[in-house]
C-alpha cells in the first residue's frame, strides 16, 4: 500500500489550499484515513479523520475552518484548508489505519504547506 500526498504549496494568511492523498496497493473503504501534520520543533498532531461510517473527526485548531472528505472510487481523501494562518505551517502526512490491531498502518511521504503572514 502507498499513500501520495499533494496539493501543498506557499499561501497567504487568510488563503486557502486543497489536499488529495491517493491510495494504491489497496482500498479506503472500510479504513480510516487521516490528515496529521507536523511542525519544526513540535510533535506530529491530527488534523481531520475520515471514517467510512459515522462523522469525521477534527483537531480543535482546525475546527470550523478545514474539511476533510473521501472520494472511496477514486481511493482519495481530501482536506479542504480555509483561513489558512501561519500557525498552519507544517508538512501534512495522510495514513490509512489498519482494519484492526493486527493490520499496519500506513503513511504517504508528506506534503509541505507554508502559510505566509
Known amino acids: 500500500v502507498q499513500l501520495q500526498a499533494s496539493g501543498g504549496g506557499l499561501v497567504q494568511a487568510g488563503g486557502s489550499l486543497r489536499l488529495s492523498c491517493v491510495v494504491s496497493?489497496?482500498?479506503?473503504?472500510?479504513?480510516?484515513i487521516s490528515w496529521y501534520r507536523q511542525a519544526p520543533g513540535k510533535q506530529r498532531e491530527l488534523v481531520a479523520e475520515?471514517?467510512?461510517?459515522?462523522?469525521?473527526k477534527y483537531g480543535d485548531s482546525v475546527k470550523g475552518r478545514h474539511t476533510i472528505s473521501r472520494d472511496n472510487s477514486k481511493n482519495t481523501v481530501y482536506l479542504q484548508m480555509n483561513s489558512l494562518e501561519p500557525e498552519d505551517t507544517a508538512v501534512y502526512f495522510c495514513?490509512?489505519?489498519?482494519?484492526?490491531?493486527?493490520?499496519?498502518?500506513?503513511w504517504g511521504q508528506g506534503t509541505q504547506v507554508t502559510v505566509s503572514s
Open positions: 495514513k490509512r489505519e489498519g482494519r484492526n490491531r493486527f493490520l499496519p498502518d500506513y
Open positions: 496497493g489497496g482500498d479506503i473503504l472500510h479504513n480510516v
Open positions: 475520515s471514517r467510512s461510517r459515522g462523522p469525521s
